[in-house]
């Protein structure tokens, strides 16, 4: 073989590698700017028009008398819903605090949302913030995350407007399941297209210790994620130290004692740091992952409420 093809080889592989890399860096980018449309609003309490006229499903309703609000933020692939018994709760035994949430864009009962960007979530959350605490300055306003709610939770460490933030799980291990088939599809879409769907079965009994037989139909145990949204998550997961690092003292973590979306070696990774010596972390030792959708919360509800 004569040395110009091999140099023509060799530029065609790096031709290929550097096709790779730019793909790479574009689809781990985050949206940081939705088109302007319309102004937020809430349409009667039913769900919250984005600045880009997206509607977002929306649960609770913030009451005159209440003195506190909690913004409850979903996991991935799960829905408003994961609150439904909490709001109700919360409504019934404390008056002072109004619970709301809402289904995040893409899921849910929203409407599909075709290139789903994950800095869309974070979007969408800050004009919620703004929105309610502009029309209810009167109020405090708290962050409660559930999973990939208290990633996107995170980011609001130094937001004046947020009074504390409560983790009730975290979603720091997207792979759960190494198998061939899960390896291969991300091989495959790192060569070919970030838009190829990751699919992973979940396990009722990996993520719930006794479920709520009234909820168990709002859980997709088959996780899709495509390519480009895992690398999204992870760039978003990548930050949630230094953003905890900014106010420690504005979190109060309510973790399960088992997780699969946590594991051990990751956990001490990210907060096994002197600078989070003051973060308040209770152990929920008989919980698992989906702790919003077990039976007999009513201790948990009572937690939450107690620490803000």
């Known amino acids: 073989m004569n040395k110009f093809l091999i140099w023509i080889i060799i530029g065609i592989v790096l031709f290929i590698l550097l096709?790779?890399?730019?793909?790479?860096?574009?689809?781990?980018?985050?949206?940081?700017?939705?088109?302007?449309?319309?102004?937020n609003e809430l349409i009667k309490k039913k769900f919250f028009i984005t600045s880009d006229n997206y509607e977002l499903r929306w649960l609770g309703e913030i009451l005159p008398v209440s003195k506190k609000i909690l913004i409850c933020v979903h996991d991935y692939g799960l829905s408003r819903k994961s609150f439904k018994n909490f709001e109700e709760y919360v409504r019934k035994n404390n008056s002072d605090v109004s619970v709301i949430s809402y289904d995040q864009r893409g899921s849910?009962?929203?409407?599909?949302?075709?290139?789903?960007?994950?800095?869309?979530?974070?979007?969408?959350l800050e004009e919620i913030i703004v929105y309610i605490s502009t029309k209810y300055s009167d109020k405090e306003?708290?962050?409660?995350?559930?999973?990939?709610?208290?990633?996107?939770?995170?980011?609001?460490?130094?937001?004046?407007?947020?009074?504390?933030?409560?983790?009730v799980s975290m979603h720091l291990n997207q792979i759960i399941h190494k198998s061939f088939k899960v390896i291969f599809?991300?091989?495959?879409?790192?060569?070919?297209?970030?838009?190829?769907?990751?699919?992973?079965?979940i396990?009722?009994?990996?993520?719930?210790?006794?479920i709520d037989d009234n909820n168990i139909i709002d859980i997709d145990f088959v996780s899709h994620k495509k390519?480009?949204?895992?690398?999204?998550?992870?760039?978003?997961?990548?930050?949630?130290?230094?953003?905890?690092?900014?106010?420690?003292?504005?979190?109060v973590f309510l973790l399960p004692g088992i997780d699969i979306f946590v594991k051990k070696n990751t956990f001490i990774n990210i907060f096994n740091d002197e600078k989070l010596k003051d973060l308040k972390i209770d152990k929920l030792s008989s919980k698992k992952h989906y702790v919003f959708y077990e039976k007999n919360n009513i201790e948990i509800f009572k937690t939450i409420i107690n620490n803000i």
């Open 19 to 39: 096709l790779i890399i730019i793909r790479y860096l574009i689809s781990k980018k985050l949206t940081k700017k939705h088109k302007r449309i319309v102004k």
């Open 108 to 124: 849910g009962e929203n409407k599909f949302y075709k290139n789903l960007n994950m800095g869309s979530h974070l979007l969408d």
């Open 141 to 167: 306003i708290f962050l409660v995350g559930e999973g990939f709610g208290s990633n996107l939770a995170s980011y609001f460490s130094d937001n004046k407007r947020i009074k504390k933030i409560i983790f």
């Open 185 to 201: 599809k991300i091989l495959m879409a790192s060569l070919i297209s970030t838009n190829i769907q990751i699919k992973q079965k």
């Open 203 to 210: 396990y009722i009994e990996d993520c719930v210790s006794k």
């Open 227 to 251: 390519m480009k949204n895992l690398l999204q998550i992870r760039k978003i997961n990548s930050k949630i130290k230094k953003n905890i690092v900014k106010n420690v003292k504005k979190y």
